[in-house]
Nanobody, 114 residues
Framework: QVQLVESGGGLVQAGGSLRLSCAASGSIFSIPVMGWYRQASGKQRELVALITSAGITNYADSVKGRFTISRDNAKNTVNLQMNSLKPEDTAVYFC????????WGQGTQVTVSS
């Protein structure tokens, strides 16, 4: 498994921006797919965005055009730039390694006030 630590969450007003970062304990160069998920209170965890080792991205419809996922293999980090935040984006955001080394971070809280 890979140890993942998220950071960058916090409280922001609607329309604001936050940048989440996920630091991995080892090299992410060979990890095929990494992603960000979120779980709002009382709801199931849902996919936010994925990125492959080739830089191909996929987004949930609810965040398309507002969120951008990126990965820095040299720094072993995966980032999520979140713009034009809405109250419905409020959730705990989790980083994940998908595949044989499937791993989850502990999550970081994002709260968007109206």
């Amino acid at each position: 498994q890979v140890q993942l630590v998220e950071s960058g969450g916090g409280l922001v007003q609607a329309g604001g921006s936050l940048r989440l970062s996920c630091a991995a304990s080892g090299s992410i160069f060979s990890i095929p797919v990494m992603g960000w998920y979120r779980q709002a209170s009382g709801k199931q965890r849902e996919l936010v965005a994925l990125i492959t080792s080739a830089g191909i991205t996929n987004y949930a419809d609810s965040v398309k055009g507002r969120f951008t996922i990126s990965r820095d293999n040299a720094k072993n980090t995966v980032n999520l730039q979140m713009n034009s935040l809405k109250p419905e984006d409020t959730a705990v955001y989790f980083c994940r390694v998908l595949g044989p080394k499937d791993s989850w971070g502990q999550g970081t809280q994002v709260t968007v006030s109206s």
